[in-house]
């Protein structure tokens, strides 16, 4: 069974940062891409950055490009999202997910069989 574990949330001014974690157990993290999404409140869940299996590769929004990085630690089972230059428009509960089909980041949330239970992020202006 597969755990994704969330953690880092919380609330910040614009421009400040934050840095999310995400810890997996259950399937061998390091053959598999990662996501982060994100969801505000009447809002689809939207994608916000991911990552191959090897860390080689990243993709992002355009919406966060250049203020959000993702990075992964595979020897620890950790994905992380380092959030700098927050807006209030980043407010969205985030969560990671599993991709066990592919190596390859994906943009498309049905691509992600496994999913976390989500941190909160609040930007105030």
């Known amino acids: 069974q597969v755990q994704l574990v969330e953690s880092g949330g919380g609330s910040v001014q614009a421009g400040g940062s934050l840095r999310l974690s995400c810890a997996a157990s259950?399937?061998?993290?390091?053959?598999?891409?990662m996501g982060w999404f994100r969801q505000a409140p009447g809002k689809e869940r939207e994608f916000v950055a991911a990552?191959?299996?090897?860390?080689?590769?990243?993709s992002y929004a355009d919406s966060v490009k250049g203020r959000f990085t993702i990075s992964r630690d595979n020897a620890k089972n950790t994905v992380y999202l380092q959030m700098n230059s927050l807006k209030p428009e980043d407010t969205a509960v985030y969560y990671c997910?599993?991709?066990?089909?592919?190596?390859?980041?994906?943009?498309?949330?049905?691509?992600?069989?496994?999913w976390g239970q989500g941190t909160q992020v609040t930007v105030s202006s």
């Open positions: 997910a599993m991709r066990p089909q592919s190596r390859v980041p994906s943009r498309i949330s049905y691509e992600y069989e496994y």
């Open positions: 990552i191959s299996a090897s860390g080689t590769v990243t």
């Open positions: 259950g399937r061998t993290f390091s053959s598999y891409a």
